[in-house]
Each structure stands twice: as C-alpha cells, then as structure tokens.
C-alpha cells in the first residue's frame, strides 16, 4: 500500500467532512464536534484546499453539497465505520474463532496432552486450527517474533520478563526398557544402566532446561565408550526400545498411555534416585491483551488440571 498521499492529510478531516455533509450547517457540525464555528470554517478551507472543491455552497436553501462532496460521501460513510470496527472491540466467540495458532512440544507431551485438547478445542472451537510443532530450538525468541503462539516445555533455568509463565508441575523421571529387558527383575547401579546403549529423544532447547544441569540420570546414564540412537520421532524410538538393549530416559507418565506402554516397563532407579522433571507453559507478553490467546491458555491449562484429575483418581 502507498501511504505517500495519506502522510500529508489529517485524517480527522474525513470526520469532520461527514458531520458537515449530514448538517449542512458549520455550526450545527461545530456543535456535533465540540469545536467552535470559527474552528470549523477552518476546517472547511482545509478540506475545500485538499479536494481542490468548494463541497459545500451556500444558497437559498441553505448549504448545498457541490457534485464533488455528493461523489465522496459514497464512500465516505464506508471508510468512516471500517474505520469505527478497528477501534471497536468486538465480542469474543470461540465458536466463531477462526486461523491458526501455534504451539511447540515434545512428543511426549503431545502424546498425553493433544488428543484432549484437540478433541475439547474441536466442541468449542471447531473453526481454530492448532498447529504443533515437536522440533523447534529457540522457542523463547520465536514466541517473541510471533513465530509461535505457545511452548510447553522442560522448565528453562532462566527466563526474561517478557514472558508470561505457567507451571505445569512436574512429573517423575523414568528409565525405560522393554520388558524383557536383561535388567528386568533386577537389583539396579548405575554400573549396569551405563552397559547399555541409550535412545535418545530429541528435546528442543535441551541445553537451557534446567534438568541438564540438575539431574544424575541424564548425566550418569551416559557412556562415550557406547554408540546411543537419537530421534526426534516417539514412535520410533519406542518401537527401537521393544526390540533392542537400548534404554530410554522418558517422563514416567507416558507409560500411561496404553499403546505407548506395550511391551515397555519401567526400572528401578539405583538408590534412593528420585528426579522431578518440571514443565512450563510460555507465551510473549505480546500477546498478553489477546482475547484468543488468553481463552487458549485458559483451555491449555484446564485440560492438563483434568488429566492430572484422572491420573490421580486411577488406581495403582
């Protein structure tokens, strides 16, 4: 769009050509506007030296609109309350809610999150696309660039405050194995886990979360003088882990999940080992005023309150 012939017109002048266009009267326009008659004739120079017209006339009859201020008042009124539904805030409906919105999380969140939400999205939104994304580094820039709308991620050791946060809590931290594993039934060291290949699971911004500088597992499970398996696709890997040695770090509860734990179990830790691993919810304050965003978070976040409902209602 050229903005040149725009940059150089005030554009309250269309305001003020409308009200005398529907007066025919420069005080009676004065009055509608809050201004003075002598204010207003000024403003009626300024407006006959921008069309180059003299639009109103003063006759008999009054003030009589010239051929030129009848042309522009067709399209007058239009720009004026195009104009007025962009400054006027406009009911939010879900059911109405149209585009797109982005979110980034690992799989193993999308496995136990997304057929929920989508489902619960689908009743009350079913005009929203929701986009995931498993793989995307530098999730924290890209929600400040508009790149994504959400992340749900490993707790980062450090935020700006730019940012909106949400705990999700946090849930224990696994080591999986198929279950007829050879340390299947079996005391546990970390001398027997660091044996075995390892499957690791692609985890975007890995080296910001705070777990990688707290956990023993992630640090002592690993052995240079083994070759591990990486991938950034959860069915794969869980599919490695039942027909090989490899073993898997994994939040404990995707083994709720019934396909995913087929043929898989999880080992007891070495010692008394117990390792939380804390989740977040991230969003720019960019888009903090947003109605959409703010009813999204607000669905986010129930649904996740639900599961927890369920998982802590399921017997042991």
């Known amino acids: 769009m050229d903005t040149r012939p725009l940059q150089s017109v005030d554009l309250n002048l269309l305001l003020a050509l409308q009200v005398l266009l529907e007066e025919r009267h420069v005080s009676r326009a004065a ?31 009054g003030m009589q609109p010239t051929p030129r201020a009848e042309a522009l008042a067709a399209d007058l009124r239009g720009v004026l309350e195009g104009a007025k539904q962009l400054l006027t805030p406009t009911g939010f409906s879900p059911a109405h809610l149209s585009g797109e919105v982005t979110l980034a999380m690992s799989e193993f969140t999308g ?8 489902t619960r999205l689908q009743v009350l939104a079913p005009r929203l696309t929701i986009k995931t994304i498993t793989r995307v580094d530098n999730q924290l820039d890209k929600l400040a660039s508009g790149d ?11 935020y700006g405050p ?43 911004d890995l080296d910001q979360a705070e ?54 179990v999880a080992l007891p830790l070495p010692g008394d080992v117990h390792e939380e691993l804390h989740y977040m919810l991230v969003s720019h304050h960019r888009v903090a005023q947003s109605p959409l965003h703010i009813w999204l978070r607000q669905q986010i976040l129930e649904t996740l309150a639900s599961l927890r409902e369920i998982a802590n209602s399921a017997p042991d």
């Open 111 to 118: 496995l136990a999150l997304l057929p929920h939400l989508v």
């Open 148 to 158: 994504l709308d959400f992340a749900i991620h490993l707790e980062h050791a450090h």
């Open 211 to 264: 777990v990688v500088r707290t956990s023993e597992i992630f640090q002592r499970i690993r052995n240079p003088q083994l070759g591990s398996f990486e991938t950034s696709h959860l069915l794969t890997a869980l599919e490695v882990l039942r027909q090989s040695d490899h073993l898997m770090p994994a939040p404990s509860y995707l083994l709720r999940n019934t396909s995913a734990r087929e043929g898989i």
């Open 31 to 61: 009055e509608r506007l809050h201004i003075t008659q002598p204010a207003m004739s000024k403003t009626l120079t300024r407006l006959r030296r921008v069309f180059d017209d003299a639009l109103l006339t003063r006759t008999s009859h």
């Open 162 to 204: 730019d940012y909106q946060l949400d705990s999700l809590g946090s849930n224990p931290m696994a080591v999986l194995a198929r279950r007829d594993h050879p340390l299947v039934g079996s005391m546990v060291s970390w001398d027997h886990l660091v044996r075995f290949p390892v499957i690791r699971l692609y985890i975007s």
